[in-house]
Nanobody, 123 residues
Framework: QVQLVESGGGLVQAGGSLRLSCAASGGTFSRYTMGWFRQAPGKERESVAAVSWSGGNIYALDSVKGRFTISRDNAKNMVYLQMSSLKPEDPAVYYC????????????????WGQGTQVTVSS
């Protein structure tokens, strides 16, 4: 069973950048598809981006394409979300999640979750 811990959230001005990190432990990290999700107050949790176990396949929400980049380092058991050109609609709690097998946009398919990290964007 894998444990996930996110870091890197904070307050940033609109147009600014943040890099979120997720450290994994307790499992075979390289077997998992990794995803970043976010949830804003009063809204459903949504998938932001995902990366396959090898890093060879990457998926991203249309509204973040060209602004957010997901990556992973299997040697360090880490997954990252580089966020740039942050917009007022991006603030949320961002979660790292892991699953076996192929990627899914459905958060119910991910059994392993971190505690989340808050991203706030000031205008």
């Amino acid at each position: 069973q894998v444990q996930l811990v996110e870091s890197g959230g904070g307050l940033v001005q609109a147009g600014g950048s943040l890099r979120l990190s997720c450290a994994a432990s307790g499992g075979t990290f390289s077997r998992y598809t990794m995803g970043w999700f976010r949830q804003a107050p009063g809204k459903e949790r949504e998938s932001v981006a995902a990366v396959s176990w090898s890093g060879g396949n990457i998926y991203a929400l249309d509204s973040v394409k060209g602004r957010f980049t997901i990556s992973r380092d299997n040697a360090k058991n880490m997954v990252y979300l580089q966020m740039s050109s942050l917009k007022p609609e991006d603030p949320a709690v961002y979660y790292c999640a892991a699953k076996d097998g192929y990627y899914s946009w459905n958060s119910d398919m991910y059994p392993y979750w971190g505690q989340g990290t808050q991203v706030t964007v000031s205008s």
